[in-house]
């Protein structure tokens, strides 16, 4: 059974640090895209980050220099590293499987089929 299971995440002052990480039973990592995802109360769900089985890296704008999307395949874990953390970063956030070794649409969550628990991070002014 494929299955995502989160961990990290918590509160911090902007300017702060947190962490992700996402380990995976089922299948390997190494060889799908893999994507973290942020859905704050009221707004749609949102592609923060995505690495493909090549370790090719897309992030989205509102991250990018901020934000570390990062695997460790021996330990078939997903991680994200999250510094400079505004009150905007404050949301549930969560890791996902594609349903390839490419990322075809990184930031699109319909490109994603099996979804982690979510893990909350929020950042206060």
């Known amino acids: 059974q494929v299955q995502l299971e989160e961990s990290g995440g918590g509160s911090v002052q902007a300017g702060g640090s947190l962490s992700l990480s996402c380990a995976a039973s089922?299948?390997?990592?190494?060889?799908?895209?893999m994507g973290w995802f942020r859905q704050a109360p009221g707004k749609e769900r949102e592609g923060v980050a995505a690495?493909?089985?090549?370790?090719?890296?897309t992030y989205a704008d509102s991250v990018k220099g901020r934000f570390t999307i990062s695997k460790d395949n021996a330990k078939n874990t997903l991680y994200l590293q999250m510094n400079s953390l505004k009150p905007e970063d404050t949301a549930m956030y969560y890791c996902?499987?594609?349903?390839?070794?490419?990322?075809?649409?990184?930031?699109?969550?319909?490109?994603?089929?099996?979804w982690g628990q979510g893990s909350q991070v929020s950042v206060s002014s």
């Open positions: 996902a499987l594609g349903g390839g070794f490419a990322c075809y649409t990184p930031l699109n969550p319909d490109e994603y089929h099996v």
């Open positions: 089922g299948f390997t990592y190494s060889s799908y895209c």
């Open positions: 690495m493909d089985s090549d370790s090719v890296i």
